[in-house]
């Protein structure tokens, strides 16, 4: 799927379009995360990948759910 005319989706694009919904006084961020491998590689097989997601999501969690 493309988004932003390429297959690249366009991170600062995304950004700024989402920035119009947020409150000013709001602390938010985007994360853009290409979680995707085009070709195959040793360990990595062509198709979706989500390591950075899933380290993301360990940090978080460990950091406001404890």
Do not use: C
């Not at 297959?7 to 919904?21: D, H, K, N, P």
């Not at 097989?45 to 999501?57: D, I, K």
């Amino acid at each position: 799927m493309a988004n932003a005319g390429s297959r690249m989706a366009g991170a600062v694009t995304a950004a700024l379009y989402l920035e119009r919904f947020v409150p000013a006084q709001q602390k938010w961020a985007h994360l853009d995360v290409y979680a995707w491998n085009d070709s195959d590689r040793a360990g990595h097989p062509a198709g979706g990948e989500a390591m950075t997601l899933r380290a993301a999501f360990e940090m978080l969690k460990g950091r406001y759910l404890q």
